[in-house]
């Protein structure tokens, strides 16, 4: 199974053209959209968002609850890519109540949609002792930084923006 990262492209269509051509333009099977609301997309969107949050808390609170806007770009890219009769599996998190969904592409192309959260506490109790006895899996690795909590709101504008290759921060009490 190939995997694709849309951060080794130029943009949304350059991925989805090389994807077409590596399944004879059908399309995957089955595309995984993993990101949610923080995906890059709509500048209106991104626009809205930040007007709630400098609303006082009375009156964004209700506004963001009931008219959220998520950037659906990831997910209308899943949209795009997924053959006829596919299945989009959605574990990234959204939280608007107003977005529209496309529902006749998704109807026209007959596509399955599989969402939720991970039910992982039935398996945590399990993996736990994979994770911490002397790191078998080497989850270790897959810090691309570590940073003191100081420097918390630098970590968190460097991993929005994917500067420095930042994939996955540490913050370090």
């Known amino acids: 199974m190939e995997t694709y990262d849309l951060r080794s492209f130029d943009d949304e269509k350059e991925l989805v053209a090389a994807i077409r051509d590596e399944t004879d333009g059908r399309g995957p099977d089955a595309v995984i959209d993993a990101v949610g609301t923080e995906a890059h997309g709509s500048a209106a969107a991104k626009l809205a968002q930040q007007a709630t949050a400098i609303m006082p808390r009375k009156l964004s609170g209700p506004l963001a609850e009931r008219f959220s806007i998520d950037r659906l770009a990831a997910l209308y890219t ?81 991993f929005q923006r994917k500067q420095d290759g930042a994939v996955k921060v540490l913050m370090q009490p």
């Open 78 to 158: 899943a949209i795009d890519l997924v053959r006829r009769g596919g299945t989009i599996s959605l574990s990234g998190v959204y939280g608007g109540m107003a977005d529209p969904m496309p529902m006749l592409t998704l109807f026209d192309k007959q596509i399955q949609m599989r969402m939720g959260q991970a039910n992982v506490r039935r398996w945590s109790d399990d993996i736990i002792p994979y994770l911490t006895d002397e790191d078998p899996l080497g989850v270790e690795d897959f810090a691309t930084h570590r940073v003191p909590l100081s420097q918390a709101p630098h970590a968190y504008e460097m």
